[in-house]
């Protein structure tokens, strides 16, 4: 007799749903038998802009040492993100993507009979991280969509170690401002780490967003973290990094995987962190987009929730699944959200200005059959 594998899971991984990730282009052509270079993907908030030409060619210098493992402490990246972070190389934590951050953080201080504090409608890695290392999810209803911190606060407990918050949030893109936070942290008990979650952050700069690393020196229960998949245009490297007191790095170093970051990607990362050309124009391109698209709703008499990120969540007025599946019909890739409690909207990256318009067509002609 075979054991029931399901049942012998620990409990909160049996509660557990896996992770959506956007429908890959491929998949999409090979299902509709679509040339792939016809559909237009605005599902996974990339950025549209292709990698920084400076980080391809640190890729293709580093290939010729693809036999040998990468330097499993990141010296060069921790280096250089000190230096810009205004914080030391022992403050340093790097992950693959940023995800392994939160996943980190979830195993070196969460466990069962201890939970976790973050909000409704957040991002989806939070529930999976908790869950797995059998802690309990405290989700906390959100306010106009956004994070509503002083519940957040008033559900810390005892057994609270961890509350994740996102500025801005995935998918909702609400977001924060600095007296928010600081009333926050001066109020989130000294044993509950508070992860501040800055995957979007640069696409924030010159608006009302505090910047976490501000705010570093004064909690040491603070970890901000950070990624390179986003603004910085290398999501397929899976590059990302935590920023904490010493102590708390070295708390997840002790849990980190010794080669977590692979040789290609430490190169890439250090030479997207100078490029700042490459991040001047991913961010420029990203509000003229987020303009575009704003516009385009307006025209439909469409509402949208506004947003920091590089996506906006667009309120259909209806379930929005049969207009997801309208769009991929047209060869337009969006992220249906209703696994967020998101039933009536979809989440949208901002693309190039002609993928932009791909879309809006496509979304007119979906609403318009009815
Ligand atoms: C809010 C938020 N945090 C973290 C991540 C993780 O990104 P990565 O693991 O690619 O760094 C994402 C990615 O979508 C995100 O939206």
New binding site residues.
């Given amino acids: 007799m075979s054991g029931n594998f399901l049942a012998l899971a620990q409990p909160g991984v049996q509660q557990l749903s896996p992770y959506v990730p956007g429908k890959p282009v491929d998949e999409l052509a090979r299902e509709l038998d679509l040339d792939p270079a016809s559909i237009v993907k605005l599902a996974?908030?990339e950025n549209p802009l292709g990698a920084s030409p400076k980080a391809l060619a640190a890729i293709r210098e580093e290939l010729a040492e693809l036999t040998r493992y990468p330097d499993g402490n990141g010296f060069a990246l921790k280096t250089l993100l000190a230096e810009q972070c205004r914080v030391e190389l022992s403050q340093v934590t790097l992950?693959n993507?940023?995800?392994?951050i939160?996943e980190l953080v979830a195993r070196a201080y969460l466990a069962p009979g201890l939970n976790a504090v973050f909000s409704e409608h957040a991002?989806a890695?939070y529930p999976i991280v908790t869950q797995a290392v059998g802690a309990q999810a405290k989700v906390i209803p959100a306010k106009d969509w956004g994070h509503d911190l002083p519940a957040m606060l008033a559900a810390i407990d005892a057994n609270t170690r961890v509350v994740f918050i996102?500025n801005p949030?995935?998918p909702t893109g609400t977001w924060f401002d600095t007296e928010a936070l600081d009333e926050f942290l001066q109020d989130v008990p000294e044993h509950v780490l508070v992860v501040l979650?800055e995957?979007?952050i640069e696409y924030a700069e010159g608006s009302d967003l505090p910047d976490g690393l501000d705010f570093l020196a004064a909690y040491p229960n603070l970890l901000v973290?950070r990624?390179?998949?986003?603004a910085y245009g290398l999501?397929a490297l899976?590059v990302?990094y935590g920023l904490s007191t010493a102590v708390v790095a070295d708390v997840l170093n002790r849990v980190r995987q010794p080669f977590n970051v692979n040789s290609l990607a430490l190169a890439a990362a250090c030479a997207a962190l100078q490029d700042a050309e490459y991040l001047a124009e991913s961010r420029r391109l990203n509000e003229s987009g987020m303009q575009q698209l704003e516009a385009g709703f307006r025209d439909l008499g469409l509402g949208w929730i506004p947003s920091k990120g590089n996506f906006l969540c667009v309120d259909l007025g209806q379930v929005a699944a049969p207009v997801f599946q309208g769009l991929l019909r047209e060869g337009v890739i969006v992220r249906p959200v209703a696994n967020y409690g998101m039933p009536n909207h979809l989440r949208v990256t901002i693309g190039l200005p002609a993928e932009n318009n791909r879309f809006l067509e496509a979304l007119a002609k979906v609403l318009a059959r009815g």
């Fill in positions: 996974s908030n992950g993507g940023s995800n392994d939160l991002f890695v996102a949030n995935n979650d995957a979007y973290s990624t390179f998949s986003k999501a899976r990302g």
